[in-house]
């Protein structure tokens, strides 16, 4: 079978590239055996490499706003009332943790996100 590990962005780039002719391979087959250890490779290798900087909370929270079609009246369940929603979505006032839990089980941000610091 002959499989390395990826090391360098050049082994990476070659076996995403080796990856894209195996999509087609059925499983049990050699193709097939070889595309699930490549992806396996793969998948190690951006873990290690690739760093996905988490977005801005606020940002995330207008984000999710624009998906849903809310408006900022439509947080004061999750945030208080409407002149702390708009401090929030100003960055005026940081999320309190209640805050965070709040818009995490409405809005399905996730946790991590909303606990970072806004920038």
Not at 5 to 27: N, V
Not at 38 to 59: G, H, I, N, S
Not at 94 to 106: E, S, V, Y
Request: no cysteine; aromatic share 4%; proline share 6%.
């Amino acid at each position: 079978m002959n499989i390395r590990p990826i090391k360098t962005k050049k082994d990476y780039k070659a076996t995403l590239r080796e990856i894209e002719g195996l999509m087609l391979a059925k499983k049990g087959t050699l193709e097939g055996d070889r595309l699930d250890v490549l992806v396996t490779l793969v998948e190690a290798y951006e873990r290690k490499t690739l760093v996905v900087e988490l977005p801005d909370p606020v940002a995330a929270i207008h984000f999710r706003m624009e998906q849903m079609g809310l408006v900022a009246k439509d947080l004061q369940p999750m945030i208080g009332q409407l002149n702390r929603v708009y401090e929030v979505l100003n960055k005026k006032r940081p999320l309190t943790l209640r805050m965070i839990w709040n818009l995490h089980r409405g809005l399905g941000i996730p946790a991590e996100i909303l606990i970072k610091p806004s920038s």
